[in-house]
């Protein structure tokens, strides 16, 4: 069965902290991943990855894809309140998204 | 530019009764999606279309039928609401599959009393 599961499902930090997010998977037909960020209401999106190895950045965060392991790491620097979220990862296969459970992380100041 | 539109926003339905949720892109894009989410359970798909005049069960299809009405429309509807479909459901797009970004709709609350 194709999973994709997420850790931690919650993590609080204070401002100024590094977090690291984490997403493996278990799918076949594997195409990319992707990074979504949703705060109130519909997800936005953060990044997707396709070959291992390469970051992909975007100002205080960064994302890597391992296809050997199996997993991609969300790193955010410097947090900020406004980072407060639920971070979701989602594998393509098939012609779709399977998402996995989320991270929700806040950020205290 | 509104990209993928939901209505309604909000709906209580009582146990039993039926209703559609409408979803309309105007991005010219392919596919589309419906997904809900549930506290700790991420986004789990319904059903999608990969293109017009197709469409396909995904994870949790019970319950639950979709009709492409064109290109731009999606609707989803529950015929019979039990609680088990309390949630908040989403409309998504992408241009062809999944091959770039999804793009999604404010969502739609739904609570079955």
């Known amino acids: 069965e194709d999973k994709v599961v997420q850790s931690p499902l919650s993590l609080v930090v204070h401002e100024g902290d590094t977090v690291t997010l984490n997403c493996s998977y278990e799918?076949?037909?594997?195409?990319?991943l992707l990074w979504y960020k949703q705060e109130k209401k519909a997800p936005t999106f953060l990044f997707m990855l396709?070959?291992?190895?390469i970051e992909k950045k975007s100002g205080r965060l960064s994302s890597i894809l391992d296809k050997k392991e199996l997993f991609s790491i969300l790193n955010i620097t410097a947090t900020q309140t406004g980072d407060s979220a639920i971070y979701l990862c989602?594998?393509?296969?098939?012609?779709?998204?399977?998402f996995g459970q989320g991270t929700e992380l806040s950020v205290k100041p | 530019n509104a990209g993928v539109t939901q209505t309604p926003k909000f709906q209580v339905l009582k146990t039993g009764q039926s209703m559609t949720l409408q979803c309309a892109q105007d991005?010219?894009?392919?596919?589309m999606y419906w997904y809900r989410q549930d506290p700790g359970m991420g986004l789990r798909l319904i059903y999608y279309s990969a293109s017009e005049g197709t469409t396909d069960k995904g994870e949790v299809p019970n319950g639950y039928n979709v009709s492409r009405l064109n290109k731009r429309e999606f609707s989803l509807r529950l015929e019979s609401a039990a609680p088990s479909q309390t949630s908040v459901y989403f409309c998504?797009?992408?241009?062809?599959?999944?091959?770039?970004?999804?793009?999604f709709g404010q969502g739609t609350r739904l609570t079955v009393v």
């Open positions: 396709t070959s291992s190895g």
């Open positions: 998504a797009s992408s241009p062809r599959g999944m091959n770039t970004e999804a793009f």
């Open positions: 991005m010219n894009h392919n596919s």
């Open positions: 799918v076949t037909n594997f195409r990319s």
């Open positions: 989602a594998v393509v296969q098939g012609g779709k998204l399977i």
